[in-house]
């Protein structure tokens, strides 16, 4: 039963990863990359100095939209400062916060993770 659970948890894991490696790479090669404003800061969870930015960025059509970094950040811009905002072009759902390739470890973190806790999971299940 706790080898199933952790095989699911590392499919899941890897899932998730893969899908966040594959739109990282259709935003570095097809991105619209526009400047944003930081409208605000939001407090990440958990309590502590860390934000999260919320920066509004106006798409192709001319619409408002918001794009928040994924992961809190120590340093951050002013709020009227600008920000660097990628999305796929149509999309503007898509968009994150252009940090230059730094959140590329993530993703490595999260697809190894997901290898590892399924290729632990299937190999017990095969050794047993």
């Known amino acids: 039963m706790g080898v199933t659970v ?3 948890i590392g499919l899941a894991v890897l899932a998730y990863g893969l899908y966040e490696a594959q739109l990282h790479y259709r935003l570095r090669r097809h991105g619209i990359r526009v400047m944003g404003i930081v409208a605000r800061h939001e407090s990440s969870s958990g309590g502590g100095p860390s934000l999260r930015l919320v920066v509004q960025f106006v ?3 001319g619409q408002v939209h918001e794009a928040r ?3 809190p950040e120590r340093m951050t811009l002013r709020i009227g400062g600008q920000a660097p ?3 796929l072009p149509g999309a503007p759902r898509t968009a994150r916060i252009d ?3 730094r959140s590329l470890w993530r993703l490595v973190l ?5 290898c590892l806790f399924t290729g632990l999971s299937l190999w017990d299940m095969v050794s047993r």
Not at 110 to 114: A, E, I, Q, T
Request: aromatic letters at 10%; zero cysteines.
């Open 59 to 61: 798409d192709e059509q």
């Open 99 to 101: 940090d230059g390739g």
């Open 6 to 8: 952790f095989l699911l």
């Open 85 to 87: 905002v990628v999305y």
């Open 110 to 114: 999260v697809v190894g993770l997901g």
């Open 69 to 71: 970094n994924r992961e």
